[in-house]
């Protein structure tokens, strides 16, 4: 997750982002980058043991409901990323398919071009007029930086007049010669040394050419754009669905009577939630070194719902492991509400500056470190405009004043340093790090997080992560 100084972005911008383009704003290991087809066991395991354990905490619900919530979960961790993989890979190839038309039609127009500007000189010089002698005389006379034509030939050739001397340009002897050589060159990528009645019955048959190829391509864009367009239908209505069930769910829980029963629902909801709101992947190879403006980006409008959220905050002192000591100021426990009291774009708030300057157009498009910024600007809590990477925004933050220590809260930024395992599920980048954003505390100790990153298929992502303690969080 690298937000990228000036220094960088000038000597290693480009490198870095063709590089690593399909990493989670720098900030994951190529290994995780969701672009296999194939589930491994591990993964298979992993969603059978997930859905036992759905089903286990379900156990004496009303076998309708029941259903209600695995189909929710199922919705917003099967079916809505899939269908949001599909619509993304569909989108990138309609847009491929359109550049290459595009491309097509512009060799179309440069040769319509040409041809329009040899029509002009046959008309005003005749169709027996040769461009070489022209062409090969100029090229000679601008290899000599400006000098007199006469004395360019005499110097090159002892030629007196233009006929003389390319007739001289042709020979053995002056052919060795730079100057004549780069006469030469001229000539052939000018394409003079064909007759004027030849080159217009090339270009025209060129013109030929590339007309059946654009209209080829373009019927191929036209089609890619309508597997796109239904793509994203069907990933809206799935999204719809969830919605729909998800609203259905919030009227029925109170009718729940287990805590684990839920805590399930909780969570169901709030994923669908998420999944309903995501927007596709439209990130291309290299647009992670673009500084966009948090405006421009991200689709999440959705605000904080709870979802029956818990904190396990009362009022902490700090100090505790991991480097995870508080930050200076007046900030201090555990004690601020979700959402918070900072409007978004505030430069002070909680007592202590905030580090927002320009807003979150210092952070790449699609990256965890925008979604980090958008999301707090979201739950109006206070977050800086450069954090740094996401592996820094702990140290970053505790600079400026907030509170950051080891306990999850609803609302903070979750930091993972430089090469550490992510929930046991993957690595953070061992450069860059990562940073995501707490949605809930569950009961067993685990949170719920959302996430950016170039190599999840929906902006935000999500996941749970066990064994929370082990990693810094941003308050306010």
Known sequence: MLKRSKTLQAGLGFIVSAALAGVCGLAMTAAYVPEAKAVSVQEYQQKVASHADLKSKLAGVNSALANQIIELDSLANEQIPAAQEAATKAQQAAQQAQDLADATNERLDAAKKDKADLEQKIKDTGIEYDDAKDSVAESARDSFHGSQASTVMSVVTNATTTDDFVNQMQSDAAATRSAANAANEAAISMNTSMNRKDRLAAIEDQITQLKNQADKQAASAQAAAE??????????????????????????????????A????????????????????????????????????GGYTGGYTGGGSTSTGGTSSGGSTSGGSTGGGTASGMNYAVPGSCPEGSSFCYGHNTGNTVGGSAYPA????????????????PVGSYMGNGGQWAATARSLGYYVNNTPHVGAAMVFLPGQSVGGHWTADWQYGHVAVVERVNSDG?????????GFATFPAWETISNAGAYQYVHY
Not at 279 to 287: A, K, L, Q
Not at 446 to 454: A, K, R, Y
């Open 227 to 260: 597997d796109a367009a239904s793509k994203q239908a069907s990933l809206e209505a799935l999204q719809a669905k969830g919605t729909a069930a998800r609203e259905s769910l919030e009227a029925q829980k109170s009718s729940l009577t287990t805590q684990e």
């Open 262 to 297: 839920k805590e399930a629902a909780d969570i169901a909801s709030l994923q669908a939630q998420l999944a309903s709101q995501s927007t596709s992947n439209n990130y291309t190879p290299g647009s992670g070194g673009q500084q966009q403006s948090s405006g421009s980006t």
């Open 366 to 381: 699609r990256q965890c470190t925008l979604w980090a910024y958008i999301k707090r600007s979201q739950l109006s809590l």
């Open 446 to 454: 685990s949170v719920l997080i959302s996430e950016g990153g170039t």
